[in-house]
């Protein structure tokens, strides 16, 4: 069975930085699309960035030029590298991967982690 399994999340004055990693378990295959999406409390959850197998991006307006998304594929794992973090950034991170196969064959549409909580205080 493939699981995502997030670490990095924590508590942060604003003006910091966090780095996020999430990692895929299992006989992984191949990953298409990895990313990461945040909920606020009260919020929907939301796109926050995403990074294809061939290493093209996509970050929502709001995270342009402070975050950035890399991905180490031999490690099927994906990171968010959070600068100048502000309070309104303070919410549930998940992770995301789309289109999982696995070395047996499986093949998952989209996979979530469990989210790790990011808190960024004025």
């Known amino acids: 069975q493939v699981q995502l399994v997030e670490s990095g999340g924590g508590s942060v004055q604003a003006g910091g930085s966090l780095r996020l990693s999430c990692a895929a378990s299992?006989?992984?295959?191949?990953?298409?699309?990895m990313g990461w999406y945040r909920q606020a409390p009260g919020k929907q959850r939301e796109l926050v960035a995403t990074?294809?197998?061939?290493?093209?991006?996509n970050y929502a307006d709001s995270v342009k030029g402070r975050y950035s998304i890399s991905r180490d594929n031999a490690k099927n794992s994906v990171y968010l590298q959070m600068n100048s973090l502000l309070p309104e950034d303070t919410a549930v991170y998940y992770c995301?991967?789309?289109?999982?196969?696995?070395?047996?064959?499986?093949?998952?549409?989209?996979?979530w982690g469990q989210g790790t909580l990011v808190t960024v205080s004025a």
């Open positions: 995301n991967a789309a289109k999982v196969a696995t070395a047996a064959g499986y093949r998952y549409p989209e996979l």
């Open positions: 299992g006989s992984i295959f191949s990953i298409n699309a």
């Open positions: 990074i294809n197998s061939d290493g093209r991006t």
